[in-house]
């Protein structure tokens, strides 16, 4: 009885020690007088805390901030209680709050987004699409990928691959990030298609006159994804270095009356912003055109005839008509 006793004066001192030492104290903006009094202020924070907790683990917490509420006032108010029994409720309520440090619901936010999917990206018809997107926080984590608002059915990692890419996967990207708490949306990629330029049609080599009206025509043409730009080049010879021919930036180049300057070779480029093609050079031939002047030497000859001959001729003409 008298360890009992010793025991019981020894807690209740350490009651009093901790109100002296808990005076004037401010937790969670309320002020609190005391140990007991701050205890409960602290409790009562908790408890307002559990209750806008996550609808997954709120009834789990305020459970146990009930059980650590137990616990604390006991040890604030009951003065009967031994050494042991007050080490018993601490280690008890170390246990509860120890259990809720590590699950981490106490400091629980909304997710965190470290790396936001890249901008924007072109992937090449028939290439590769892959986007990365990572969050923070202490709790688990959930994504879900989706395209112009919508989920993708299935895409719930934080890296989305995309192959065989086609134009209809053009679109905005996103990702969701969720935990028991809240849920967050990345910026948007936006992610386009492309075709690198193929020909259909390339230039021939032409061969015409000098001065000719109708003009030498070089064609070319491609598809591309955006659509095909256009230069053409020209050299006189194999010797030479291609030169851009300024202004022709259509498919087809039209030498208006060509002259002799205009005499070598034509190359034409598709290109867009991903790449380009050119095509095989041709050349342009040009012959005179001067004119040949033929002449003839043409003689006449008259025969006298007698006049009764010709008096013979009338009359059968005569008789004719």
């Known amino acids: 009885d008298d360890e009992a006793a010793i025991d019981n004066t ?3 001192q350490w009651q009093a020690t901790m109100e002296l030492l808990q005076e ?3 937790i969670g903006e309320n ?6 009094d701050c205890l409960l202020v602290l409790l009562d924070v908790l408890q307002s805390l559990a209750e806008f907790g996550p609808l997954t683990i709120r009834e789990d917490l305020l459970s146990q901030v009930e059980s650590a509420t137990n616990r604390f006032v006991q040890l604030a108010t009951n003065s009967s209680l031994s050494i042991d029994e007050a080490l018993s409720n ?4 170390l246990l509860i709050t120890t259990g809720m440090e590590e699950n981490g619901y106490w400091c629980a936010r909304a997710p965190g987004i470290m790396t936001h999917p890249i901008a924007s990206a072109n992937v090449s018809v028939g290439g590769m699409l892959q986007l990365t997107c990572e969050g923070d926080s202490i709790l688990p984590l959930r994504y879900q990928w989706k395209k112009d608002e919508v989920a993708i059915t299935g895409r719930t990692e934080n890296v989305l691959v995309v192959r065989n890419f086609q134009i209809f996967d053009e679109g905005n990207y996103s990702c969701e990030i969720s935990n028991a708490v809240e849920t967050v949306q990345s910026t948007n990629s936006s992610v386009l298609a492309f075709v690198l330029p193929e020909f259909y049609l ?6 015409t006159y000098i001065g000719d009206q109708n003009g030498a025509l070089f064609t070319c043409n491609a598809t591309s994804r955006p659509d095909p730009g256009w ?4 050299r006189e010879d194999l010797e030479d270095d291609w030169k851009e021919i300024e202004g022709q930036e259509v498919n087809e180049l039209l030498i208006l009356e060509p ?4 005499i070598g070779l034509y190359m034409c480029l598709a290109y867009n912003y991903h790449g380009n093609i050119s095509s095989d050079y041709v050349s342009l031939q040009l012959l005179s055109a001067t004119a040949r002047v ?3 030497e043409v003689s006449f000859s008259m025969d006298t005839r007698n006049v009764s001959e010709t008096e013979t001729v009338k009359r059968a003409i005569s008789d004719i008509e």
């Not at 230069?231 to 020209?234: G, P």
């Open 10 to 12: 020894l807690f209740v």
């Open 24 to 26: 004037n104290r401010t």
């Open 31 to 36: 002020e609190c007088y005391g140990f007991s």
């Open 90 to 93: 601490v280690e008890e309520v």
């Open 202 to 207: 390339t230039p021939v080599s032409i061969t």
């Open 231 to 234: 230069i053409w080049y020209f």
């Open 259 to 262: 002259n002799e300057d205009d």
């Open 294 to 296: 033929v002449s003839y």
